[in-house]
């Protein structure tokens, strides 16, 4: 059997995971989503990886410029809160459109781990041990921690 890579990834569309890191795209498996964070969905998807389908080998690959690094959940709360049309950013703050109003959002809000980050490195290393840490996830599957450089286009490792 071949073998077979998973990538866990941001969904930033500038960058293409499969073809940053060489992996062969017929038999790497991608997990997206925003800041390319390990929580309760990405150990679902991993788990099912690797037991049905032998995924034994993961790379977590966090990128430069991402937007959950420049959030926090002061932030996202205090958007959302507002009203839930796109926000835009005056280079100091985000500003929402006052003519728009909503419901009491809070519940919908809190049930969210929203996964922000300050620290683009520690972001990846807290994920590689959330992934060790889960006793769900066996010993021999192996992970390793990256930084994609968007403007330099490199990919270096986080240990
Ligand atoms: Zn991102």
């Known amino acids: 059997m071949e073998k077979k890579y998973g990538i ?21 498996y991608v ?7 390990v929580n309760a969905d990405t150990i679902r998807s991993m788990t099912i990886a690797h037991k049905f ?13 991402c937007m959950v690094g420049k959030l926090n959940d002061e ?6 809160k507002s009203n839930l049309q796109t926000a835009e950013f005056n280079g100091h703050d985000w500003v929402n ?9 809070s519940e919908s809000i809190n049930k969210i781990e929203w996964q922000t980050f300050s620290d683009l490195k520690q972001s ?6 959330a992934i060790r840490e889960n006793s769900l996830i066996p010993d ?3 992970v390793k921690g990256f930084i994609y450089d968007l403007t330099g286009n490199t990919i270096d490792p986080v240990d």
């Not at 032998?54 to 790379?59: A, D, L, R, V, Y």
């Open 75 to 80: 932030i996202i709360l205090k958007a959302l």
């Open 8 to 28: 866990i990834t941001c969904m930033d569309s500038r960058f293409d995971p499969i073809s940053i890191t060489d992996l062969p795209p017929e038999h790497t």
């Open 140 to 142: 021999t599957v192996e």
């Open 53 to 65: 389908m032998g995924i034994k080998e993961w790379f977590i690959i966090h990128h430069t410029d």
């Open 124 to 129: 990846v290393i807290d994920d590689l041990n």
């Open 97 to 105: 459109d006052d003519r728009f109003e909503t419901e009491d959002n």
């Open 31 to 37: 997990i997206r989503n925003a800041g390319g964070r």
